[in-house]
Structure formats: structure tokens, C-alpha cells
């Protein structure tokens, strides 16, 4: 077998891999933050919210848990427009992301307030402190911390579950390559160079966690 690499595209090609890098990482910060926001207010639900709420989320919960993540992408974008819902490429990758997130960052955070000691709720009772802001205050922040690295890891992997949304056009890294192995039929080269970008923006954002679990919770370190 005689095969000669050759990456001679990169110098063509590489504002197409610049974009899709750049959509990518545009996917990963709206899923990470809106998915962790999600998570925390079902995680809230579900651990303290009102009886007749808990049912619904635990629903919204199994049902994205349960199912893959590209049926949930072609639903959003190829279902939803059945209902006149209708969004571009991008926005349904976001809207997508988001959902997934929240479902598993629901169960990790729930799983942290689980573990808080019942004293901590009577603590912020003790202070004439609502619910909400016991919750927000005194409950939400140690369970963070004792989840933080879990959460990190779903971000990541969140992050590398989105190279499905070029099934639907949406231009990141994956749209990308194969844009160029179809150009160029340098398959082997093409999906190199973007899995070795994959893993050292997976690299890059673990240690971005890392550091911010660092920043916000010093005393423990829960980044570790």
C-alpha cells in the first residue's frame, strides 16, 4: 500500500476550518451556559420545586436521557416546523444542545443538592430566607462544588456530541471537514486534522472548567 499524505489543502482550506472551529466553540459556550442554567432550574424542580411541577421535568428529564441526541436534533429542526416552528441551521443546533445539557446537568446538580445536609435548609429558614434563595444562597454553591467535576466532564462531552449537527447543515468543525475531503479526497487528512482539532479544543476546554471551578469555589477546588 502506497499512499502519500498530503496536507497541501490546509493553506486553500483553513478559513473553512477557521469557521467551522469558531462555530463549534459559538455551540459549546450557548449550550454550556444555557444548559447549565437549564439544569440547575430543573435540578431545583425536581429536588425542591412544587409537587405538581416535579412530574414534568422528571418526563423532560427520562425522555431527552433516553433518546440519542441526533433523533432529538432532526425532531427540533425537521419536527418542530410541523408545529410552525420554524429555525435555522443554527439556532436549532443551539436549541438542541441546550436541551441536551439541561436533561443530564439536571441529574448531576440534583444528585449535589441530594447530598446538602437538611441543617443547611433550616439554617436559611432560620434566617427568614424564601425558598429560592435558600436554594440560591446556601444550598446551590456546596452542591456545585461537590459536582463541579462531573458537570465539567458532561460539558465536554456535550461539546463533543455537537459534531452531529452537521447532519443538518449547520457549519462547524464536522461540516467542515467533510466539506473539504469532498473538495480535495483527502479523506484520511481531512478527519485528522479535525479530530486533532476536536482534542485539543476538548484539552482546552477542560482546562477552562478547571479553572473556573478554581475561581469560584478556592477552598475546595472542585475542578480537580
Known amino acids: 500500500m502506497n499512499y502519500a499524505f498530503d496536507y ?24 454550556g451556559v444555557l444548559g447549565v442554567a ?13 409537587s405538581w411541577l416535579r412530574p414534568f421535568v422528571a418526563a423532560y428529564v427520562e425522555l431527552i436521557r433516553n433518546t440519542p441526541f441526533l433523533i432529538q436534533l432532526f425532531f427540533i429542526f425537521f419536527g418542530l416546523p410541523a408545529l410552525g ?11 438542541a444542545m441546550v436541551v441536551n445539557l439541561g ?16 441543617g443547611q435548609f433550616e439554617a436559611g429558614a432560620s434566617l427568614g430566607m424564601s425558598r429560592i434563595q435558600t436554594f440560591w444562597h446556601v444550598v446551590l454553591v456546596p452542591a456545585l462544588q461537590r459536582i463541579w467535576p462531573a458537570l465539567s466532564s ?14 443538518i447543515a449547520t457549519e462547524d468543525l464536522t461540516f467542515a471537514a467533510n466539506f473539504i475531503q469532498s473538495r480535495t479526497f483527502r479523506a484520511f487528512e481531512a478527519y485528522f486534522v479535525s479530530t486533532l482539532i476536536y482534542l485539543a479544543l476538548a484539552i ?12 469560584i469555589f478556592p477552598r475546595r477546588g472542585a475542578a480537580r
Open 8 to 31: 497541501g489543502w490546509l493553506f486553500e482550506y483553513w478559513p473553512v476550518l477557521a469557521k467551522g472551529l469558531a462555530v463549534t466553540v459559538e455551540l459549546t459556550l450557548v449550550g
Open 38 to 50: 437549564l439544569g440547575v432550574a430543573c435540578a431545583w424542580a425536581r429536588a425542591l420545586g412544587p
Open 85 to 95: 416552528l420554524r429555525m435555522g441551521e443554527l439556532e436549532a443546533a443551539n436549541l
Open 103 to 118: 436533561a443530564y446537568g439536571c441529574e448531576i446538580i440534583r444528585a449535589g443538592i441530594q447530598a446538602t445536609p437538611k
Open 154 to 167: 458532561q460539558i465536554v462531552i456535550v461539546m463533543l456530541g455537537s459534531a452531529a449537527v452537521s447532519q
Open 204 to 215: 482546552a476546554l477542560r482546562q477552562l472548567l478547571r479553572g473556573v471551578g478554581w475561581t
